[in-house]
């Protein structure tokens, strides 16, 4: 009996050594795997941070010289050395509101026609057209506006370079996100909640209405938001149809400009002192702005998803 047991305890030993070799190397591979993620997100801190700082450093110049003014001036003008943003700011939120209310609605209803309604013979190649639409590069949608949108506009609007024509040209440009990430979120919903609103005898509207879009704003609301920063930023498409106004003017059919316009159209003759600075704190401005646009889509993302935990 006593051979026998040590028999076994040397059977068991090679078998337990080498589970306690597997389980080290699996320690350590954990151990890397965690402090490369770690440094990785590290990494993006100290990138954001370094471009803030940047910012900053570079906005100095012009806080010092005209300190809240400069958010509220209307003047442009370098050789005298008088610079204002309030142009800018104003024709980056315009544009940005009117490529939200027409690609919002229109990416939405094209949702719900690409998972609701669409024949399934037709529902691959539309999917794949829109999608199509986000890998076009910006410059080519600001030549087509340019050239094509333009010269329609003006004939029939009698303007064509314009806050409304940019905005326009957002729309078409971030419709793409806004359509592709709503119908993934639809696509979501559980089949049986649909069935058994359509059990109950209501119509695909009420169904769509009713189940599909109360279930499904959480991503609803991510997607436009990540739609509404992509359009607070863009340059060149924007550059091309805007009209690189510096002026403030309530008619929509004017010409303007935004922040990102101003920046891609001047920084390249500007001369070191408050012109770049003023440049620079265009840019900070523009990323304050889609800063709190973000961290505000972010809020209220956490309450409806508290909403909805309750």
């Not at 149809?241 to 101003?262: E, F």
């Amino acid at each position: 009996m006593v051979d026998l047991a040590m028999q076994a305890t040397h059977a068991e030993t090679p078998a337990a050594d080498s589970r306690l070799k597997a389980l080290s190397r699996f320690k350590l591979s954990d151990a890397v795997f965690g402090a490369v993620t770690r440094l990785s997100a590290m990494t993006v801190l100290l990138i954001l941070s370094g471009v803030i700082l940047s910012l900053i450093i570079g906005s100095m110049p012009t806080l010092r010289a005209y300190g809240f003014s400069f958010l509220t001036s209307q003047s442009w003008n370098p050789p005298l050395e008088k610079f204002g943003a309030a142009p800018s700011i104003y024709g980056t939120l315009v544009t940005s509101a009117i490529a939200m209310l027409i690609a919002v609605p229109v990416g939405i209803g094209v949702a719900i026609f690409l998972t609701e309604l669409c024949p399934p013979a037709l529902r691959r190649p539309v999917g794949i057209a829109i999608e199509l639409l986000a890998g076009i590069p910006s410059i080519i949608y600001g030549m087509w506006g340019f050239f094509v949108l333009n010269p329609f506009l003006q004939s029939v609007l009698g303007s064509g370079l314009s806050l409304f024509t940019a905005g326009l040209v957002l729309a078409i440009m971030v419709l793409p996100f806004i359509s592709s990430i709503t119908r993934d979120v639809f696509e979501t919903v559980p089949p049986m909640l649909k069935e058994s609103a359509y059990g109950l005898g209501c119509t695909r509207w009420e169904v769509i209405r009713s189940v599909v879009i109360p279930f499904t704003r959480v991503g609803i609301i991510g997607g436009v938001m990540l739609a509404l920063g992509r359009a607070l930023g863009e340059t060149m498409a924007v550059t091309f149809v805007v009209g690189n106004a510096n002026r403030i003017s309530a008619n929509l059919l004017d010409p303007g400009t935004t922040i990102s316009a101003t920046i891609a159209n001047q920084f390249g003759e500007a001369e070191p002192g408050l012109y770049t600075s003023s440049l620079m704190t265009l840019g900070l401005l523009l990323f304050l702005v889609t800063f709190v646009v973000l961290s505000c889509a972010r809020l209220m993302l956490m309450r409806l998803e508290r909403r909805a935990g309750a």
